[in-house]
C-alpha cells in the first residue's frame, strides 16, 4: 500500500478544510449572500418609506410569501435533480378548485377538501414523474403539458365561475387564523406563513437527512452514475415529483383560504415567480445544488420588492421591469462569485 | 540553445490541497519531454497552467524568453501553445473542417455568410500536412477515438503551434494507432515544435521522448534523459524503491464453485453469442481490442443495456436481469471505464458516492440517513483503500484519478458484491496506485469474490488473470488457460476477424 502522503496534507490544513468547508463552504455562503441582499432591501425601503416597516405592512409581507414560498419549495426539489416543474402555478388553481368541489359542491367535512387538494397534487406529481422518468420527456416539456392538463382540468371542474368556500366554516383559518396569536397575542403571525415555515423546515430536513434527499441532490449530479449504482432512479425520481405535486397541493389550500374561494383561472405565471424565487435563492438549474433556505430567502426577497415598489408608489408596469432586472442580477452576481471560488 | 518554455518556482494552490509547489520546468525546441509522476503530483495542473486554463499562484513563465502570462486558453493558443486534453474537447455534431476552425471560420460573401468550401480546403492542407487521410467534410461524432485525437492534433497545429501538450494522449489507442500518432509526433519534431507528453506508460516514453521531468505530490523531483534506467525513474515518482509488489497468483487451477454462466448472450452488434463461466476466488481476463464488445458484454450482464437474449446464471440459478438495480441485488458490481461518467457524482462528496449503492443499510425508519454511521463506514474505506483527501466531505471533483478510482471500489466493497466487474481498473492510474489496485483485485480474488478484469493492457491481462477469454468484434475467439496465454497467442485472437464473422 501507498502511504498516505502526510506531506501533503498536514493536521492543520485537515482542520482549517472541514471548517472552512462547513461554514464558508459555497452553500454556505451562497445563503450568506442571498440573506445580505435581502436585509439591503429592506433596510432601502425602510429608510424611502416610513410605511414599510410597520407591522402590519410585514405581516402582509409575510403573508403573501407563503403561497409563492410553499410552491417554491416544490420547485427546489425538481429543480435539484436538474429537472424543472412548470404546472405548479396551474396545478396551485386545479388543488384548490378539487377542495371546492369537495367541500361547496359535495358539502364533505374541511379534512376531505385538505386530502382532496394534497391528492390531487400528488396525482399530478405522479403523471409528471412518469412521464420524465418512465416515457424519457424532457421535464420541460412533460410539465409545460401538465400545465395545460391542470389549467383545463380547473376550468372544465368549476367553470368559469370561482366556487366559494362560504359554507365550510374555519376553511379561511386555515391560512387567515393565527395559531401563534392564539398563543403569544403579540404577536399573531398568520397560520399561512406558519406552515410555511413548518413545511421549509421539514423540507430542509428532507434534503439533508433522509435517503430521498441524498438520491434527489445525486439526480441531479450524475443519473447515470446513480443508476448503474443499482439505485431505482425512476422511482426515486417519481417520487420526487409527487412530493412536489404534494406539496402544491398545500399551496392551493393556501391560496383558496387567503381568498375563501377557488380562482380557475388563476395560477398561470406561479410557476415562473417560483422558479425565480428558487433561482435567486442560489439553487442552480443545472442541478445537484441547492437549499430550501436559500428559496425561502429568494421568496421573501421577490415579495419584498413588490411590496416596497408598491409603497413608493412606483407604477406596477414598471414593478414588473424591475423584478425582471433584479432576477438577471441575482444570478448574475452569483455567476460571479462562483467563478471565483 | 535557449528554451522554448522556461517554467520557474510556479506554485499553485486548490481548496484544500496544494497542487504545486515551486516547480520549475524547460522545454526546448524540437524535444518531446515526458511528464511523469504518480497521480495528484500535478502534472495535469502544471500543464493547465501552461496552457493559460489555470492562473498560477506564483512563479513566472518565459516563452521564448520573455515573461508572459497567459489569461485564458486562447490566449495561449495564439502565442502558439496548444493542448490536447486527455478527454477530448470535439464538437461531435460538426464536421472535422468544422471543428478545426471554430471561432476561426473565414469569412465568405459580405462578411455574413461562411464559406465552407475555403474551411475544408484549409483544413484538407492541414491534414495532408499532417499525412492523415481523413475527409475534412466527416462528421466528428463518426470517427474512431484515434481519428479524433488527429483532429484534435490538427486543430492545435492550425494556430502554428510551437508548443503541444498532450495528456494521455494514447489512453484509447491500439497499437496500430498509437504508431501512427508517433509518426506525427515525430514529424512535428522534425518541425521544430516543443512537446511536453505526459504518460503512464514508461514503454511509450522510452520510443518517443528525449528526456523526463519527474513530479512528485506538486514537488519538481528532477529532469534526466529518457536514457536513465526505468527502475530510477519510478524510484523518483514514487519516493522509494518499487518492489513489484504483488505476487503472482499461484498456478492452481482455480477450483471455486461457478459464481456466473453466462450462455448465447445477445445484445447489439458487440455481443453475439457470448458465453462464459466465472468461478469464485478467480480472476477471469477480458482481452481483446478496442471496440471488440467487452465493456458491452459487461453493461448487459449488469442490466445496463438491455439484452436481446441469452441466459444468465448466478450461483447455479437462472435469473433476469433487467437494470442494474437487479444486478446490484445479486451482488454484481460494475466499475465502468469512464470513473467520471458512469462511475461517480463529481461534484458531490466522497461519503455520498461510497454509499451510494448501500444507502439502505444506513437508514433509520426506511427514511433517515444514519450520518454516524455512514461517516463510520467511509472513514473505514478511505483508511483501508488510502484515498488521499483532507476529509471524507471533500468533493470527488478535487480528487486525483487514482484516488477517484479508489473512491468508485470503496463504493462496491461496501456493497459486498461477490462478483465483480472491473473495466480497465487502472485506465489513467499511476505506476504506484497501479500496483495497489492489483493488490487488492488479488486479495479480492483470495477472498472468494468473481472477478472479471477487462483490460487493453497485455502485461496486466497476463500478470492478473488465472484465466484469459478474448473477444473480437463481439465474438468471444478463445480461452486461455495462464499457462498457455502469451501476449503472441492473445493478439492473433483478438485479431480474428474472419473466425469471429464465421462464428
Known amino acids: ?341 | 540553445m535557449s528554451p522554448l518554455v522556461s517554467v520557474q518556482n510556479v506554485s499553485k494552490n486548490f481548496p484544500g490541497v496544494r497542487a504545486l509547489r515551486r516547480v520549475s520546468f524547460e522545454l526546448l525546441a524540437g524535444e518531446v519531454h515526458a511528464l511523469v509522476g504518480e497521480n495528484g503530483a500535478g502534472k495535469s495542473t502544471l500543464m493547465k497552467i501552461l496552457a493559460g486554463i489555470y492562473p498560477r499562484d506564483g512563479g513566472e513563465i518565459l516563452y521564448n524568453g520573455e515573461p508572459v502570462n497567459f489569461v485564458s486558453p486562447r490566449d495561449a493558443q495564439m502565442m502558439g501553445i496548444g493542448i490536447i486534453h486527455q478527454e477530448l474537447q470535439l464538437m461531435n455534431h460538426l464536421t472535422v473542417a468544422q471543428n478545426i476552425f471554430i471561432g476561426r471560420e473565414p469569412p465568405g460573401r459580405w462578411g455574413l455568410f461562411l464559406d465552407e468550401d475555403k474551411l475544408n480546403r484549409q483544413a484538407q492542407e492541414i491534414l495532408a500536412h499532417m499525412h492523415l487521410k481523413v475527409d475534412p467534410r466527416a462528421i466528428v461524432g463518426g470517427l474512431t477515438v484515434a481519428k479524433q485525437q488527429m483532429v484534435e492534433i490538427a486543430k492545435a497545429l492550425s494556430f502554428n503551434s510551437r508548443v503541444l501538450i498532450m495528456d494521455e494522449p494514447t489512453a484509447a489507442l491500439n497499437n496500430a494507432e498509437i504508431a501512427e500518432l508517433f509518426n506525427i509526433i515525430r514529424e512535428l519534431k522534425a518541425r521544430g515544435v516543443g512537446i511536453i507528453y505526459i504518460s503512464h506508460k514508461m514503454d511509450e516514453l522510452k520510443q518517443i521522448s528525449d528526456r523526463v521531468t519527474v513530479l512528485r505530490d506538486g514537488h519538481y523531483v528532477a529532469t534526466v534523459p529518457i536514457a536513465t534506467p526505468l527502475d530510477t525513474i519510478i524510484s523518483m515518482m514514487v519516493g522509494r524503491t518499487l518492489m513489484d509488489g504483488v505476487q503472482q497468483p499461484l498456478l492452481l487451477a482455480s477450483r471455486g464453485e461457478v459464481a456466473l454462466e453466462v450462455r448465447n448472450l445477445n445484445c447489439g452488434p458487440l455481443v453475439r453469442n457470448v458465453g462464459f463461466t466465472l468461478r469464485r476466488g478467480e480472476i477471469l481476463g477480458f482481452a481483446g481490442l478496442m471496440g471488440a464488445g467487452r465493456t458491452e458484454v459487461a453493461r448487459a450482464i449488469f442490466g445496463a443495456d438491455r439484452i436481446e437474449s441469452g441466459e444468465i446464471i448466478v450461483r447455479g440459478v437462472a435469473v433476469s436481469i433487467k437494470s442494474p438495480a437487479d444486478a446490484v441485488a445479486l451482488g454484481i458490481g460494475y466499475l465502468s471505464e469512464d470513473r467520471k461518467r458512469f462511475g461517480l457524482l463529481v461534484g458531490m462528496d466522497i461519503a455520498s458516492n461510497v454509499v451510494m449503492a448501500t444507502l439502505a443499510r444506513h437508514l433509520k425508519f426506511k427514511f433517515v440517513l444514519r450520518q454516524q454511521t455512514i461517516r463510520a463506514t467511509v472513514e473505514s474505506f478511505i483508511r483501508l483503500l488510502s484515498i488521499r483527501t483532507p476529509s471524507a466531505a471533500q468533493e470527488v471533483r478535487l480528487l486525483s484519478g487514482g484516488n477517484q478510482q479508489k473512491v468508485v471500489i470503496a463504493k462496491w466493497l461496501a456493497r459486498d458484491c461477490d462478483i465483480l466487474f472491473f473495466d480497465e481498473p487502472t485506465r489513467g492510474i499511476d505506476v504506484g496506485a497501479k500496483a495497489e489496485i492489483y493488490k487488492l483485485l488479488r486479495s479480492l480474488a483470495d477472498e472468494g469474490k468473481a472477478i472479471v478484469m477487462i483490460s487493453s493492457e497485455l502485461p496486466e491481462i497476463l500478470r492478473m488473470s488465472d484465466r484469459i477469454v478474448v473477444m473480437c468484434e463481439g465474438r468471444i475467439t478463445g480461452e486461455l488457460d495462464r499457462k498457455g496465454a502469451t501476449q503472441e497467442r492473445i493478439m492473433q485472437l483478438a485479431t480474428q476477424r474472419e473466425k469471429a464473422m464465421a462464428a
Open chain 1, 1 to 341: 500500500m501507498v502511504e498516505p502522503n502526510t506531506a501533503a496534507i498536514d493536521a492543520e490544513d485537515r482542520v482549517a478544510t472541514t471548517f472552512r468547508a462547513r461554514f464558508f463552504g459555497s452553500i454556505a455562503r451562497q445563503k450568506l449572500f442571498a440573506f445580505a441582499s435581502l436585509i439591503v432591501l429592506m433596510v432601502f425601503f425602510g429608510f424611502a418609506s416610513p410605511a414599510f416597516m410597520q407591522v402590519e405592512n410585514l405581516l402582509g409581507i409575510l403573508q403573501s410569501t407563503a403561497v409563492n414560498g410553499v410552491l417554491a419549495i416544490a420547485s427546489t426539489f425538481v429543480i435539484i435533480t436538474a429537472g424543472i416543474d412548470l404546472s405548479v402555478g396551474t396545478l396551485m388553481t386545479f388543488c384548490a378548485v378539487m377542495a371546492g368541489v369537495f367541500l361547496t359542491y359535495w358539502q364533505l367535512p374541511l379534512w376531505t377538501g385538505v386530502l382532496a387538494a394534497i391528492a390531487t397534487g400528488a396525482m399530478s406529481g405522479l403523471l409528471s414523474g412518469t412521464f420524465v422518468a418512465k416515457l424519457k420527456l424532457p421535464p420541460f416539456i412533460a410539465t409545460l403539458g401538465m400545465m395545460l392538463v391542470n389549467k383545463g382540468l380547473a376550468l372544465v371542474v368549476a367553470g368559469d365561475k370561482p366556487i366559494y368556500f362560504s359554507d365550510t366554516e374555519n376553511f379561511s383559518t386555515i391560512s387567515q387564523g393565527s395559531l401563534i396569536g392564539y398563543v403569544l397575542p403579540s404577536l399573531p403571525v398568520p397560520n399561512s406563513v406558519l406552515i410555511l415555515f413548518v413545511l421549509a423546515v421539514a423540507a430542509s430536513a428532507v434534503l439533508s437527512r433522509t435517503a430521498l434527499g441524498r438520491y434527489t441532490f445525486a439526480l441531479g449530479s450524475n443519473e447515470e452514475a446513480v443508476r448503474l449504482s443499482g439505485v431505482n432512479v425512476d422511482r426515486w425520481k417519481i417520487t420526487i415529483y409527487v412530493l412536489a405535486g404534494a406539496i402544491c397541493g398545500v399551496a392551493g389550500l393556501l391560496i383558496a383560504s387567503r381568498l375563501n374561494s377557488a380562482q380557475p383561472a388563476l395560477g398561470q405565471g406561479y410557476e415562473l415567480e417560483a422558479i425565480a424565487a428558487v433561482v435567486i435563492g442560489g439553487t442552480s438549474l443545472s442541478g445537484g445544488t441547492g437549499t430550501v433556505l436559500g428559496t425561502i430567502i429568494g421568496a421573501f426577497i421577490m415579495s419584498v420588492l413588490t411590496n416596497g415598489l408598491r409603497i413608493l408608489s412606483v407604477p406596477q408596469e414598471w414593478q414588473i421591469v424591475v423584478t425582471g432586472v433584479i432576477i438577471i442580477l441575482a444570478v448574475y452576481i452569483d455567476i460571479l462569485r462562483r467563478r471565483k471560488l
